[in-house]
Nanobody
Framework: QVRLVESGGGLVQAGGSLRLSCAAS????????MGWFRQPPGKEREFVAA????????IYADSVKGRFTISRGNGQNTVYLQMNTLEPEDTAIYYC?????????????????WGQGTQVTVSS
């Protein structure tokens, strides 16, 4: 079983930055894809970004390209999401996600493990 714990959410003004962290335990996740999804108020959960297995290629939703950066820690069991130039439309609960697919999950139904979520609120 995999446990994912997110941290780093909070309230920030538009144009500001936040860094989310997700720590996984107890098993090693070097062979898993790790990523982030988010669920805005009243909307469905949507893909944000993912990093392929052992710190390989990254993919992003069009809405966050150029503003968000995903990365993995050296131990491969941590994933980060650096969010810059935040907009009110980025307000959502952000979830850490893990899967063992050949290509990272970009739909919620393809994710194997979820974290509990962390709230990000961007004020205008």
């Amino acid at each position: 079983q995999v446990r994912l714990v997110e941290s780093g959410g909070g309230l920030v003004q538009a144009g500001g930055s936040l860094r989310l962290s997700c720590a996984a335990s107890p098993r090693t996740l070097s062979s898993a894809n790790m990523g982030w999804f988010r669920q805005p108020p009243g909307k469905e959960r949507e893909f944000v970004a993912a990093v392929i297995r052992s710190g390989g290629s990254t993919i992003y939703a069009d809405s966050v390209k150029g503003r968000f950066t995903i990365s993995r820690g050296n131990g491969q069991n941590t994933v980060y999401l650096q969010m810059n130039t935040l907009e009110p439309e980025d307000t959502a609960i952000y979830y850490c996600a893990v899967d063992w697919r050949v290509t990272p999950a970009t739909t919620a139904g393809s994710v194997t493990h979820w974290g509990q979520g962390t709230q990000v609120t961007v004020s205008s």
